[in-house]
């Protein structure tokens, strides 16, 4: 199959000869096209299920036959896999691991992949520079494949990761019709952040653009992913700065269990867990994450984002629904430190009451969600200031599906030093309701406390909430 490829190539360049010595009029008579391919210097490699590791076939534009060569499946989707930046000049581990996850959700589909290596593995500026001649190839690669096979763009699903997501989006806005989608995989922020829509990725590029932000810390332009939205749907895992399980202490505990081999593996921890959510999200497919829109990372914290009304959430990764907002807005999740990622999300409200003022500031408290299914215990929030009368909201997370919430406990805890006053007479509040919301099922819990009221004092016992009586039988009763 390899040589049978070169073989073509080099029948291509042969020809290419041909026609510039006969002035390039009267060429396209035997292998129509072949002649305005030549200067194409990214390769297609169409990978298989049985092999998703090594580019054995290539489609060549302009070589009809290379196209039946390599078994591509004209009435199935394509996805069309192109990379960043690399270092060494080779693949990276992550393009099998994609490439398997892809054939595993879609057995029939067509996976491609873009080897534009060569242009990659120069200085960072040279190779971003190139995302243009990458995104022009490919784009006269599927304009080459409708024209040639009348195979539908519509079935083209661009995934672009880094550098790779601008080449993506430069691609999308050259084809004559537009691809179906282009996923962004924390697509590249140096020379990009400021750039104008037409030269990076941007929402006109596909019928419909989504990216997820995995690595965007630092300050705008100097972050190495793009901190703005540039897709119809623009996810932030975890705020899209910096990922749990990438920071430094992991970096020691994987450097003395795998050796120091592996540390460039770490530099890239937040930037390709983009790759890996998606994945994530094609081999979990019952389970797709949620994320939600939100004006900004700090109400998202505050829990105050976790609406699904008027497609406020969206499925991350695969699964996601189209949804084109008129203006592109940021959407947020919490996520695990490793597959499967998927978290639950809750926004908790509390009011403390009390008839004296008392004011505290950085207070550490406790909370354990019971279900139907499992439990969530001791799960650990700061509230930077609690103060009688008022009502505070905060997001919480469990790792597991708790099913529907039954009780919860909360616990003030003592501060790490000693305080004499605290010592004397510990502070407390009284707390008749918690109200809860869960952002996975859409469904809002009341807790009321056991007692009339319960008094929640500093350092000492949890206090126990159970699910209110409904209001029908409150009324009944009162
Ligand atoms: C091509 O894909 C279709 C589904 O899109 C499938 O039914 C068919 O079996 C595939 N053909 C081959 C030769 O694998
Ligand atoms: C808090 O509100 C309750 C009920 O409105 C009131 O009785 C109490 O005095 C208030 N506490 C303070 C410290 O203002």
Not at 152 to 162: C, I, P, R, T
Request: charged letters at 20%; proline letters at 4%.
């Amino acid at each position: 199959m390899k040589s049978q490829a070169l073989l073509l190539v080099a029948l291509g360049v042969w020809l290419q000869s041909l026609t510039a010595s006969r002035g390039g009029v009267a060429a396209t008579a035997e292998i129509p096209g072949q002649r305005d391919f030549g200067d194409i210097e990214s390769k297609f490699a169409l990978r298989t299920p049985e092999n998703t590791v090594d580019d054995t076939c290539h489609l060549i534009p302009g070589v009809t036959e290379s196209v039946a060569n390599c078994h591509f499946n004209h009435s199935s989707k394509t996805f069309v896999v192109i990379h960043g930046w690399t270092v060494t000049g080779m693949y990276e581990s992550w393009v099998p691991k994609l490439v398997a996850a892809l054939y595993k959700r879609e057995p029939d589909s067509n996976v491609i992949v873009v080897d534009w290596l060569m242009r990659a593995q120069q200085h960072y500026p040279v190779s971003a520079g190139y995302t243009k001649l990458v995104g022009n190839d490919v784009a006269r690669f599927i304009n080459w494949m409708e024209e040639e096979f009348n195979y539908a763009v519509d079935n083209v699903h661009l995934l672009g990761y880094s550098l790779g997501a601008h080449a993506a989006g430069i691609a999308g806005s050259l084809t004559k019709n537009k691809v179906n989608r282009i996923t962004g995989l924390d697509p590249a922020g140096p020379n990009f952040e400021y750039a104008e829509a037409p030269s990076r990725l941007s929402p006109d590029d596909a019928d419909f653009v989504d990216v997820l932000h995995t690595f965007t810390r630092g300050s705008p332009g100097r972050s190495i992913g793009i901190q703005k939205p540039v897709g119809h749907v623009d996810i932030y895992p975890n705020g899209g700065t910096f990922q749990p399980g990438c920071n430094v202490g992991e970096a020691i505990r994987v450097i003395a269990e795998k050796g120091l081999g592996d540390v460039d593996q770490l530099v890239k921890c937040s930037h390709e867990r983009s790759i890996h959510l998606f994945i994530d999200s094609l081999l979990n497919e019952e389970n797709p994450s949620k994320a939600y829109r939100c004006n900004s990372k700090e109400a998202f914290e505050k829990g105050l984002c976790l609406s699904c009304r008027k497609n406020r959430c969206n499925n991350m990764g695969y699964e996601i629904n189209k949804v084109r907002a008129k203006r592109n807005s940021k959407m947020y999740l919490k996520t695990r430190s490793q597959m499967p990622y998927k978290v639950f999300h809750y926004q908790v409200k509390i009011h403390f009451s009390g008839t004296e003022m008392s004011e505290h500031k950085n207070q550490a408290f406790e909370i354990s969600l019971y279900g139907t299914v499992a439990e969530s215990e001791n799960i650990a929030f700061t509230l930077p200031e609690v103060s009688t009368n008022k009502t505070y909201s905060f997001l919480l997370y469990t790792e597991v599906d708790i099913g529907e919430l039954l009780m919860l406990k909360l616990k003030w805890n003592s501060d790490s030093y000693f305080s004499w006053s605290e010592w004397w007479s510990s502070p407390d509040f009284v707390i008749q309701k918690i109200r809860v919301k869960a952002g996975e099922t859409q469904k809002k819990v009341l807790f009321c406390s056991r007692n009339k009221a319960s008094y929640l004092t500093k350092g000492k016992e949890p206090v126990v909430f159970v699910k209110c009586h409904d209001k029908s039988v409150t009324k009944k009763s009162g």
